[in-house]
Structure formats: structure tokens, C-alpha cells
């Protein structure tokens, strides 16, 4: 039935026919390898090993075990009586239930060193969608977000294309662990201004992708001051606050306000997820949490462009005000995170590579710059085609993170089995081997 | 602080409709609890055939526990499906379910398809996709008073009213059409579609296959898009049926302009026929390659949740529930409509002549003191504070005349809707004896007094 169109001649918006959604990045290619070669424990020994998703795959018995033993939460109980309400239920608010139940999970996460108020969450599809969201909200089109490099690859997209509004990078580097700076901060400023852009706000991943290390103490207080100071948002991503190793090492956005009695505390706001503490990308859950009054109602409203699906509001409220089944996912995730990455970790330096020493994340910093014949992008990405094509692991090269040290490369190690991940240490192994001999 | 669309008022939330809501949760309607509260009568929902859906749901306990067939757990790759193609099981069986509600008259192709959380998102990434910020749409009058969120909020898009009026029974004329293209002409702004509700929300009707090709061939003839927004097509109750964009677009003398098909996009949901609001399941659907394309990646910002996706795959595959459920939803609709219909000519008051949606288009002109949005929300005040019952004012739709409300009659039982019936009786009677002798002023700027107070203290509450 469908008419083979070959151009259609009706136009469409600037934003449609852009490349600011960023997936022409290698980021996204070396996934296409992938998709078209995946590895496989049995039907393909030989195929792509994927290490460019942050996925965590270590924890789901423990989910399942929860599901099985509480039906009712994925259900509506017997005859589902619950089921209408549910069904209908599409109020901008958020189930209540759900919300005290993040609020409750977050605080845990933070050992109790900061408290969150339900009413000052904002649920949406996702932290993808809270992001865009925040930046529509904190900033016009034309102005900027600093954001210290190296950052996670959907940030083009995420605060940039519907948006209108631009990345001004905040340059971090080896020297001193690519920990973020005041003169690094005040620099990428200057730079904003010196391109007539007028920076609106800081965002900061903590702990960082692709790093995998969490921020100092000292750092956070100095990027909160930089904000005070030159008056202006910060916007805190914390989704990865449930994968930290250990959980004392992780300090919140939060606690810093506390220690400071909430003083300046309208111009923070922290984005969270369950994608990747609790592993399910696929139910779409993120949230706003915001100090500021005006932003919480903003959001709010926003938030009927991506609301969350209230079946999966229902399921996870059960789940999450549990304290038995959070407290303890919260331990075990962390140790078998804990677990893996030392795993890594020792199969890198027997193959003779050094890594960013990480303390969270579903993923390692690696260090591949003595590998390079000229320590340029082109070079990263010419080792980058040579161990996507001929080691077979996808793993994603520093540049599409921004980073502006060639040689850094982003490894995922959860989002496999351990018999994965033994046969890609292997692999980079073998690999290491044949480069010492040639 | 903030950015300036934080600080607008697009979001719209201040309009009467929105309002009307606010009132209701202060003092809601309960048959036990609250005999004297305010009905809701704003509220576009369907709440008819959730008995059908439940039964279904206890007969599949474990695509519920997330099992598939075999009893064996789909947990994990749920947990991780978020990839924003969608579900192709999911998308295979919407687009059949699409096709059904439009007779099998046409055929859709799940690679078309783009989910989106709600018709709300699929709105607002269609128009991202096919207007720059300060361009215009074309939108008939009266429409979805949600509109000017989902289509300007965000995009910077602006909406210029196509104005439809009870001369033709609203339908839109193709004066009317040019009308507002020259409008927005010398507004300087660039039209780039036409945006229809098909059926009509808040008119209930559907449009007429040459209604249809006309509005195609203003589109090729103005090079622009037309989105035709299909979220009501599965609660059209009586003839005449319902006629897609798509259908009319197949028309062999339109077929002939290879373009017609990359310029129609529809936008369909869930929520409304199959009564699953807060599933958030909204869907685009195009031929047009770059706007699939686009639209894909735009849904990343809300995509649908993979455990519904899952859920609704299974209940849709189900042929025989879907074939029981549109024939039983669509008597019960009709039934509740002639209910209404009926019950209002009880009072004298008449509605457009609808075959389609959750509501009547109600003609309250003779009710009013003056042919003025004045008199129009003096009466609705009356309505909801007085008579109690929410129902949706024609100025909240951007209606060019006064007088018409909107009144949803799906989503709430037959005994309130029979109370609600009463107390419009009631009231008209009332109405016609004290007509302008005890409802003097004062009386009116007491009302006007106390709404104001109340929606004043509402919005403090719901900012707290």
C-alpha cells in the first residue's frame, strides 16, 4: 500500500533534519556492529562483545525473587481490584505511594545523610527526559550549560537538540584524575562569554560517567560556590548514586546543602533513575528533585510530556517500600559491583593496562594512550575500528565523551555474565600479547 | 531564574478548563460520601468498559507476573527493552488494532509506527518535527483546550485558529481554512500544517470523506503538513462511520500527487477507547521516512514503558476480546449518549448532533443573559458552584461563540449521571422563574468572589 517516496519535497523543522540527536557519533556505530554481530555464550563464540552499554545485569535474581514472592505488586491483587484506578490514574503528581517510595530509596542510598521530601519529586519517562526537561526549564534557546568533559554521549542530545541551548565543555584531564577544578570551571566560563553565550548552569554527574569515580567533598563545595557566585543553576546527575563500591564514599549534591542549612539550595536540582541502581532502562523511570518551588511546579507540569506508565508506578512503589528488599539490593548490588570491577581491574593490569582509579559505575575509565601512534583523535579512533574489528569488543572511545585526551577509553562490565566478561579479558589479553611481539 | 518558558503562562493551566478541575478536587462528587459535591463532567474519560479489560487481565495471570506462555519469566528482558523502536510485537498488534477501527479499510505498516508516552508526547514531537519555533499551526475552533501546551509550550510554535462556528454545525469550511492562512499571513508567521481532531474533541463528530480530501488538497495546494489527530476513532458509536485521513488520502486523484502521503501524519492513543490513560501508550504514525526517523529518536525523551508494552502486546493479540471489546464499548457509548442527549432535552437544552467521543457539545446560548464570554462564565460559574457539576466552558476551547459547552458523560457511572441530569433539571427551572429577578448582581459577585478565593487557595496548594 505504502507510495515509494523518494524525496519528499514538504519540509520539515530545522530540528528534525539536524544532527544534533548525535547518534552519527562512534558512540552509537559501534553499537551497529554489535546489533549485527552480537556474542553469544553458544551460537557466537566469535561475535561482538558489547562493552559500550552501561547496563547492570549483576542484581535481577534479586528482583525476580521479589516478584515472585509479591505478585501483587504486578498484578492488582486478586480480581484486580486496583486495576481501574490504576488505569486512570495519569495525575501529573505521580502515584504518592510512589513517590515516598523514592524519596525513602534515595535517602537510603545516601545512608541517611540526607532526607528527601516526596513532594519535591518529579517523576518522568526516565532520566533522559529529566534532563531535557530541566535544561527547557533553567535555560533559553542560544544560552549554555558548562559541563566538565569527559561526559556521557547522550548529553549532546539530551540538552541540546529539542532544547536549542549549548554544551560549553568544562576541560578536565589525567593531571589530577580529571577532577573538575575552579580553574577549569572559570575558564570554559570565560569562554562562554567570549562566545556571547550566557551560561545558565552546571551540570555534574556524580558519580561520573564515564569515569566511574565518584566527587570529592571538596570539589562539590567548590563547584556549588562557582554557582553561587556567578549565579547560576547546578543541576546534580546522580544516577549512578546506587553503584558506588562503597557506600560511604559516594557524597550527594544533598549533603552539602545540609551541612550549608539549605542556604542557596533554589539553585540545585538533582536528577535520578532506577535504569541503572536497580536495572530496569526499560520501565522508564526517572526524577527531578528540586529545591527550588517555581521548578518543582514547572516540572510538574512538563512532566505530562513524559509521564511514567502508573502500572509501572504501582509495581515500584511495592518494591521500593519494602525496606527489607531495598536494603538488601542495596548491599548486594554494591558488592557484586564491587566484585566485578576488581575483576576488570586485575584482568586490565595483567594485560598490562592502567586504569583511572574507580570507585563507581557499571563501567572503568581505561587508559589505551601508550597504544597510540600519535596521541590525536584520529589515532583513538584507529585503535577504536582496530578493537571493534579485529578483538571484537565494542568499547566506547573517549572523544565521543569529549574528552580532550585522546587514548581514554570507556569499559562496561556489567552488563555480562563474569564468563563474558573472562572471555573479553582474554581477548584484550591476546590482543596486548601481539602488540608487545609486533 | 528561569528560562522564559518556565515563567509563561503556555502551559495553559490558568484557563477555565483547568480551573473547573481544581473546584471539583475540592469537593468531589461521591454517591455515598459526598451526594452533594460537584460531578465531574470535564473530564474526557472512559470509564464504561473497564469490567471487559479486568475480565481479560484474571484470565492472564501470567503475562500479569510477567511470564511468558510458558510460564518461564520475561523479567530480565523487559527490565533491559528500551530500545526506541518500540516492541515489535507490541507495534504489530496496534497497528492491526488501528486497522480494525477503521473497518480493515486500510492497512498500516508497524515500521510507521513511533510510540510516544501518551498522544500528549506524540503531539508535541510531531510539531517539533515539522515546525520551527514561531511558525504556525492551523487549528480548528473549538478544539482541545490542552492544545496550547502540547502544541506551543515548548516548541515555540504558534496556533492560529481556523474559526468554525453553529452556522454548519462547526463543520470547518474552506472559507474558513483560507481565512486563517491569510491571518496568519499577515501575522508574518509561516504556516507550516494544519493540525484536525478527527473525531472531534470537544464535538463528538466525525468528518465526511470530501471534508477530508478537501483538507488534503489545501495541503498540497499550501505545501504543508496535515496532522490528523485519530485519538477518539475507536469510540465512534453510530453512522456515520468513521473515515481515517488515510482512507481519504488513498482517493486515486489524490494518489496521483506522490507527496500527498509523506504530508499526513496521525496521531493516535489508548486512552481514550480502551479507557488506560495513566499507561501513558501514545503512538505516531507516518509515511513520511524523516519524520519516522526523527520522531524515533524524539522519543527517547518518552518512550512507553517496556512492562505495558508487554502487558497491552498480549491483551491486543487477543482478537477475540478486541472484536467483543469495540462492539460492547461502542452500544455502551451510545446508550450513555442518548442518555444524555435525551436527559437534556428533558430541560430544554439541545447538543450538536454527535456519533462520536465521551461527550456532547451542548448548545446553553438560550441560557445565557447576553450573547457575551461574559454572561458564558458568569453561567459556568453557576454551573459549577450553584448546580455543581464541571462542566467545560466554549471559551476553553478557543469557541468563537458563546454559549456551547462541553459535557462528558463516559466517565462516571449511570446513577451520577442521572443525578447530574436532575440537578441541571433543577436548575433550568429555577433559572427560567427567577430569571434575572433573584439572581441579581449581587448574588453573581458573591460567586465570583468565592471562585476566585478558592481557585486562588488551589493554586497555592498545588505549588506547595
Not at chain 2, 472559507?175 to 496568519?184: D, K, P, Q, T
Not at chain 2, 489545501?218 to 462511520?241: M, N, Q, R, W, Y
Not at chain 2, 476480546?321 to 452500544?331: D, I, L
Not at chain 2, 448548545?363 to 448546580?387: G, P, Y
Request: with cysteine; hydrophobic share 35%.
Amino acid at each position: 500500500m505504502a507510495i515509494e517516496i523518494e524525496q519528499p519535497r514538504v519540509g520539515l523543522s530545522k530540528v528534525a533534519v539536524s544532527k544534533t540527536h548525535g547518534e552519527d557519533s562512534p558512540y552509537f556505530a559501534g553499537w551497529k556492529a554489535y546489533d549485527e554481530n552480537p556474542y553469544h555464550e553458544t551460537s557466537n563464540q566469535s561475535g561482538v562483545i558489547q562493552m559500550g552499554l552501561a547496563e547492570n545485569q549483576v542484581s535481577f535474581d534479586l528482583l525476580e525473587k521479589y516478584l515472585e514472592e509479591h505478585s501483587e505488586a504486578s498484578s492488582w491483587g486478586k480480581g484486580a481490584p486496583g486495576f481501574r484506578e490504576n488505569a486512570l490514574f495519569q495525575d501529573y503528581h505521580g502515584l504518592k505511594s510512589f513517590r515516598q517510595a523514592m524519596a525513602s530509596f534515595m535517602e537510603q542510598i545516601r545512608g541517611g545523610r540526607a532526607k528527601f521530601d516526596p513532594d519535591r519529586i518529579v517523576l518522568t519517562a526516565g532520566a533522559t527526559a529529566a534532563n531535557e526537561l530541566l535544561t527547557f526549564i533553567l535555560a533559553d534557546p542560544g544560552d549554555a550549560l558548562l559541563i566538565p568533559t569527559p561526559y556521557y554521549p547522550g548529553f549532546d542530545r539530551d540538552l541540546r537538540w529539542r532544547t536549542g541551548v549549548n554544551i560549553v565543555p568544562i576541560h578536565c584531564d589525567s593531571s589530577n584524575n580529571f577532577q573538575i577544578t575552579p580553574e577549569a570551571m572559570e575558564a570554559a566560563y570565560q569562554s562562554a562569554e567570549s562566545m556571547n553565550l550566557k551560561v545558565r548552569g552546571i551540570l555534574i554527574t556524580n558519580p561520573s560517567n564515564p569515569l566511574g569515580a565518584t566527587i570529592q567533598r571538596s570539589a562539590l563545595e567548590q563547584i556549588l560556590d562557582f554557582a553561587v557566585n556567578k549565579n547560576i543553576h547546578l543541576v546534580s546527575d546522580e544516577i549512578y548514586s546506587g553503584s558506588t563500591f562503597s557506600s560511604s564514599e559516594f557524597i550527594s549534591i544533598a549533603e552539602i546543602l545540609e551541612t550549608r542549612g539549605y542556604k542557596d539550595a533554589e539553585r540545585v536540582h538533582i536528577v535520578y533513575s532506577l535504569s541503572k541502581d536497580l536495572g530496569l532502562p526499560g520501565f522508564r523511570v526517572g526524577t527531578i528533585y528540586s529545591y527550588n518551588d517555581q521548578v518543582v511546579t514547572t516540572a510538574r507540569r512538563m512532566s505530562s510530556f513524559t509521564l511514567i506508565s502508573s502500572q509501572t508506578q504501582h509495581l515500584l512503589a511495592c518494591m521500593l517500600s519494602n525496606k527489607e528488599f531495598s536494603e538488601n539490593y542495596i548491599k548486594t548490588n554494591r558488592e557484586r559491583l564491587s566484585k566485578r570491577y576488581d575483576m576488570i581491574i586485575k584482568g586490565l593490569k595483567k594485560a598490562g593496562i592502567e586504569c583511572l582509579k574507580g570507585n563507581a559505575g557499571l563501567f572503568c575509565w581505561m587508559n589505551l594512550s601508550p597504544l597510540l601512534e600519535k596521541p590525536t583523535r584520529e589515532s583513538e579512533l584507529a585503535l577504536w575500528k582496530v578493537i571493534l574489528n579485529e578483538v571484537k569488543l565494542n568499547i566506547s572511545p573517549g572523544s565521543s565523551c569529549h574528552c580532550s585526551e585522546p587514548g581514554w577509553f570507556r569499559v562496561c562490565f556489567a552488563n555480562m555474565s563474569e564468563q563474558t566478561l573472562e572471555i573479553a579479558l582474554e581477548r584484550i589479553h591476546k590482543f596486548m600479547e601481539q602488540r608487545k611481539r609486533s | 531564574m528561569l528560562s522564559s518558558k518556565a515563567s509563561s503562562n503556555c502551559h495553559g493551566q490558568d484557563s477555565l478548563y483547568f480551573l473547573g478541575w481544581q473546584v471539583y478536587e475540592k469537593n468531589p462528587f461521591h454517591e455515598v460520601e459526598n451526594p452533594t459535591g460537584i460531578i465531574q463532567m470535564g473530564l474526557a474519560e472512559n470509564q464504561l468498559s473497564f469490567d471487559l479489560v479486568e475480565s481479560w487481565i484474571r484470565k492472564n495471570p501470567d503475562v500479569m507476573g510477567l511470564k511468558n506462555k510458558d510460564g518461564e519469566s520475561v523479567f530480565r528482558d523487559l527490565a533491559l527493552f528500551q530500545d526506541y523502536h518500540g516492541m515489535p510485537a507490541f507495534k504489530n498488534e496496534l497497528v492491526e488494532y488501528m486497522a480494525k477501527i477503521r473497518g480493515n479499510k486500510v492497512k498500516f505498516d508497524p515500521n510507521n509506527l513511533v510510540l510516544a508516552a501518551g498522544a500528549t508526547s506524540a503531539n508535541e514531537t510531531l510539531i517539533f518535527c515539522l515546525a520551527d519555533p514561531g511558525d504556525a499551526i492551523l487549528l480548528p475552533t473549538p478544539s482541545y483546550a490542552g492544545f496550547d501546551r502540547d502544541l506551543k509550550w515548548r516548541t515555540g510554535v504558534e496556533i492560529v485558529p481556523i474559526h468554525c462556528s453553529s452556522s454548519n454545525g462547526f463543520r470547518i469550511s474552506m472559507f474558513a481554512l483560507e481565512e486563517a492562512y491569510e491571518r496568519a499571513q499577515k501575522l508574518n508567521l509561516k504556516v507550516k500544517g494544519v493540525l484536525i481532531t478527527n473525531p472531534s474533541n470537544p464535538l463528538g463528530t466525525t468528518m465526511t470523506k470530501d471534508e477530508l480530501q478537501s483538507l488534503i488538497t489545501f495541503a498540497i495546494d499550501k505545501d504543508i503538513h496535515l496532522i490528523s489527530d485519530e485519538v477518539f476513532s475507536g469510540t465512534v458509536f453510530d453512522s456515520p462511520c468513521f473515515i481515517s485521513i488515510m482512507e481519504a488520502a488513498m482517493d486515486s486523484n489524490l494518489k496521483r500527487n506522490i507527496d500527498v502521503l509523506s504530508r499526513i501524519h496521525i496521531v493516535y492513543s489508548l486512552s481514550k477507547d480502551l479507557g488506560l490513560p495513566g499507561f501513558r501508550v501514545g503512538m505516531i504514525y507516518s509515511n513520511n521516512q524523516t519524520v519516522v526517523s526523527a520522531a524515533t529518536k524524539m522519543s527517547s525523551f518518552g518512550l512507553v514503558s517496556s512492562q505495558t508494552q508487554y502487558l497491552l502486546s498480549y491483551m491486543l493479540a487477543n482478537k477475540k476480546f478486541t472484536s467483543n471489546y469495540m462492539k460492547r464499548n461502542q452500544k455502551r457509548l451510545k446508550k450513555r449518549k442518548e442518555m444524555l442527549v435525551s436527559g437534556l432535552k428533558k430541560s430544554g437544552i439541545n447538543c450538536l448532533k454527535s456519533n462520536a467521543g465521551l461527550f456532547c457539545w451542548v448548545d446553553m446560548r438560550h441560557l445565557l443573559c447576553s450573547n457575551t464570554f461574559e454572561a458564558e462564565t458568569d453561567l459556568w460559574k453557576k454551573i459549577l458552584c450553584e448546580v455543581g457539576l464541571n462542566i467545560s466552558p466554549g471559551s476553553s476551547f478557543h469557541c468563537s461563540q458563546p454559549g456551547w459547552f462541553r459535557v462528558c458523560f463516559a466517565n462516571m457511572n449511570q446513577s451520577t449521571l442521572q443525578v447530574a441530569l436532575r440537578r441541571i433539571k433543577d436548575f433550568v427551572e429555577r433559572s427560567s422563574f427567577n430569571y434575572q429577578q433573584n439572581m441579581g448582581s449581587l448574588s453573581r459577585k458573591l460567586i465570583s468572589n468565592w471562585v476566585r478565593k478558592l481557585s486562588s487557595a488551589d493554586r497555592e496548594e498545588q505549588e506547595r
